[in-house]
T-cell receptor
Framework: SQKIEQNSEALNIQEGKTATLTCNYT??????LQWYRQDPGRGPVFLLL?????KEKRKERLKVTFDTTLKQSLFHITASQPADSATYLC????????FGAGTRLTVKP | EAGVAQSPRYKIIEKRQSVAFWCNPI?????LYWYQQILGQGPKLLIQ????????DSQLPKDRFSAERLKGVDSTLKIQPAKLEDSAVYLC??????????????FGSGTRLTVV
């Protein structure tokens, strides 16, 4: 069956460190993958897209990698800040977008 | 650019009652989606519209859920009768559609439904 797994339910890190979130998938062949941020009581907000033929994409302090052999994407936030605390969702296209359950990131001052 | 508008923000109903949610997407966005997000899970697609036509409703429980987008703009999602397991946040999203995913989906803040 098709699955999208995000590494852990929660990740706690110290301010200034790099947060690394993992998204693994099985039985999908997505043409692209997206990452979203979701704050409590709000809808997800689109952050980045990476295509199957791209290895890495950057946007300010964010970096995403996509390994179609490993069927894995890594999402990095460098120089993390308490304001980065949120749930981060990965989503794969499968005609429509299918979302993982998310990883709740807490950045402690 | 105004965001995706949804109402109401919260709704509490008893099981077997009916409920309706409304969504107004971003102006010009041809594609509209309804997602269900149960606490602790990622959003699950219920239905996708392209203009006023249904593209995908394979995961919509059609015995109790219905949705329409009559004029290709705003949309309503209805549940009748509601069950306890329908308690969730119902998210509406829109996108420019077509083959360009670069802008992602724009989501509304959702309607939190509690069925008691």
């Amino acid at each position: 069956s098709q699955k999208i797994e995000q590494n852990s339910e929660a990740l706690n890190i110290q301010e200034g460190k790099t947060a690394t979130l993992t998204c693994n998938y099985t039985n999908y062949s997505p043409a692209y993958l997206q990452w979203y941020r979701q704050d409590p009581g709000r809808g997800p907000v689109f952050l980045l897209l990476i295509r199957e033929n791209e290895k890495e994409k950057r946007k300010e302090r964010l970096k995403v990698t996509f390994d179609t052999t490993l069927k894995q994407s890594l999402f990095h936030i460098t120089a993390s800040q308490p304001a980065d605390s949120a749930t981060y969702l990965c989503a794969l296209n499968n005609n429509d977008m299918r979302f993982g359950a998310g990883t709740r990131l807490t950045v402690k001052p | 650019e105004a965001g995706v508008a949804q109402s109401p923000r919260y709704k509490i109903i008893e099981k077997r009652q009916s409920v309706a949610f409304w969504c107004n997407p971003i102006s010009g966005h041809a594609t509209l989606y309804w997602y269900q997000q149960i606490l602790g899970q990622g959003p699950k697609l219920l239905i996708q519209f392209q203009n006023n036509g249904v593209v995908d409703d394979s995961q919509l429980p059609k015995d109790r859920f219905s949705a329409e987008r009559l004029k290709g703009v705003d949309s309503t999602l209805k549940i009748q009768p509601a069950k306890l397991e329908d308690s969730a946040v119902y998210l509406c999203a829109s996108s420019r559609g077509g083959a360009d995913p670069n802008y992602g989906y724009t989501f509304g803040s959702g309607t939190r439904l509690t069925v008691v």
